[in-house]
């Protein structure tokens, strides 16, 4: 049931459509592989997540491709699910994967109308149950909107926790790098760790003081789920870190960093979310192929003196990265570390290890 009042009818797997939940703001994925990725996002936290590419669970899900410690998708919508798997790495089904974490899905419904129909009038709120229509839409339109929520406290660390694979020799680690973790994808460790990084994540409301007292060399403003107009309470201590401390932002690091340097952020129609949006460097005319999940994007008329827009979308012309013309700082809308995706844009977290040597030692509160 979507919000406008149309039913799309299919076949419940995974957990009981009858249980609480399954309700969410729906959005669509254009994706061919990465689904286990997708559904372990922590930015798709509060969605049902529906796939375009037609056939999903085909090669089961596996111990590696986890992006976070559950499934965060609220639902999950596909053409046609595989209950039969085949692959070496394989340890379940996608039913049995959502099943044992309480995640309805719907299948043999067609992705394809329900995605047109997000095109044209937006993304909007749904909810996969087995009700009757008039009392699923009742209860449908009773629900909190998915902009009023504030979905980072919900799916942050609740603790600061190092991240040590691979692993390094005692004292290999050539800087410390501080993760705020508002909804961070594990490959962003890895692909931290493997350039010789001691890498230590932190809740979203660790306080520009506190990170400041670890001595970090740079600062990496993750991704995650929700409007950045409810993250008051971060965007102050970015605010606070500007010009202390070589910063990085990914996807909603990137919106983070921007608010708190005075500009302003927009919702989208209905998104970026896929591994095939090209994205062009201003400065080089470089165009990438890259993977994308988010649903605002930061409104280039307000950007403040001292901040440029480094990268566009070709799609539609938004702002798809920034960098600061003074401070240590640029982010990116799309996800460098991909998962799923493709790895053309790694570089960048080298780029990011090239300005914090270049700022010189670590920084801390003295």
């Known amino acids: 049931m979507l919000a406008d009042g149309s039913v799309h009818e ?31 996002d922590p930015s798709y936290a509060g969605q049902l997540v529906t796939l375009t590419y037609p056939l999903v669970g085909n090669y089961g899900i596996n111990d590696q491709d ?27 089904t996608l039913h049995e994967f959502l099943r044992h974490q309480g995640i309805p899905g719907i299948s043999g419904v067609d992705t394809r109308a329900i995605t047109r129909r997000l095109r044209t009038q937006g993304v909007m709120m749904g909810l996969i149950t087995d009700e009757a229509p008039e009392t699923a839409l009742a209860r449908l339109a009773g629900l909190p909107r998915y902009d009023d929520l504030d979905f980072v406290r919900t799916v942050t660390t609740e603790g600061r926790y190092q991240w040590d694979n691979p692993p390094l020799e005692a004292g290999q680690a ?10 961070l994808k594990y490959n962003i ?9 001691e890498v230590i994540a932190l809740p979203a409301t660790t306080s520009a003081e506190d990170m400041l007292a670890l001595r970090p060399s740079g600062i990496l403003l993750s991704p995650g789920p929700g409007d950045p107009q409810r993250l008051d309470y971060v965007v102050d201590n970015v605010r606070k870190l500007l010009g202390r401390v070589p910063i990085m932002g990914i996807c ?13 952020t927009f919702k989208l129609k209905f998104g ?13 005319g470089k165009v990438y192929i ?12 307000t950007l403040p003196p001292g901040l440029e827009v480094s990268h566009i979308n070709l799609n539609d012309g938004t702002v798809e990265g920034l960098r600061h013309r003074e401070l240590p700082l640029f982010t990116i809308q799309y996800h460098s570390e991909a998962s799923p995706g493709p790895q053309d ?4 977290f080298d780029n990011f290890i090239r300005m914090v040597e270049e700022a010189g030692p670590r920084h801390g509160d003295g």
């Open 10 to 40: 299919g076949e419940a797997f995974g957990a009981d459509p009858g249980l609480p939940g399954g309700a969410g703001e729906v959005v669509f994925n254009t994706s061919m592989t990465g689904y286990q990725e997708i559904l372990t």
């Open 290 to 301: 890259t993977a994308q999940n988010h649903g605002y994007a930061v409104d280039a008329q």
């Open 272 to 284: 970026h979310r896929g591994a095939n949006h090209p994205v062009q460097d201003v400065g080089s």
């Open 66 to 92: 986890g992006e976070s410690r559950r499934i965060q998708v609220a639902g999950f919508i596909v053409r046609e699910h595989c209950p039969t798997p085949s692959h070496g790495q394989s340890k379940s």
């Open 189 to 197: 460790l890895r692909l931290l760790r493997s350039r010789g990084c």
């Open 174 to 183: 050539s800087h410390r790098i501080l993760v705020t973790d508002c909804g």
């Open 345 to 348: 844009s790694e570089y960048l």
């Open 252 to 264: 909603l690091g990137h919106q983070l960093a921007a608010r708190a340097l005075g500009a302003q």
